[in-house]
């Protein structure tokens, strides 16, 4: 991705790919992600965003990994201001575990992901993906967020 907080960098292929997963115009559903964005308000600095990621396992291609299942996937995210700025972005590898029976229904259905960035007061919009590693599958999401001036 072209942004990492401010400074610019050449982009890998992983990188390249998800740039085009987030950017999509039309939402990946191949695999099913949903986004939650909640602020914070930190007087004196700024307002932080949290965006939550929900990421359902039925989606992903598992394999054994130290004898568990496990999935890898390639997320990223991008928060835009209102005149379609990146301000800031994460890109990175997860593996998901598939959880054990004891957990509650819910809990065996979905992962989740947490990232966060301090803004000033504005409009933005939130953008994620998500690919599976093994499957090629993708996922994406997008939500918009009107932090007020502080």
């Not at 695999?31 to 700024?46: E, Y």
């Not at 209102?82 to 997860?94: E, F, M, T, W």
């Not at 947490?114 to 409009?123: A, H, I, N, Q, Y």
Request: glycine fraction near 10%; proline fraction near 5%.
């Amino acid at each position: 991705l072209t942004i990492k907080g401010k400074g610019e960098k050449n982009l890998s292929e992983s990188e390249n790919e998800m740039r085009r997963v987030i950017d999509t115009p039309v939402a990946q559903r191949e695999i099913t992600a949903r986004l939650h964005v909640s602020l914070t308000p930190m007087p004196g600095v700024g307002t932080k965003v949290l965006a939550t990621v929900e990421i359902d396992r039925q989606g992903l291609a598992f394999d054994l990994f130290d004898g568990k299942p496990a999935a890898d996937v390639d997320i990223g995210g991008i928060l835009y201001d209102d005149k379609g700025k990146p301000i800031n972005s994460i890109v990175g590898r997860l593996r998901i575990l598939q959880r054990s029976s004891n957990g509650s229904a819910t809990q065996q259905k979905r992962s989740i992901y947490r990232f966060s960035t301090l803004v000033p007061g504005g409009l933005y919009q939130v953008r994620v993906g998500i690919r599976d590693l093994k499957s090629s599958r993708m996922g994406s999401a997008v939500d918009w967020i009107t932090v007020p001036k502080i």
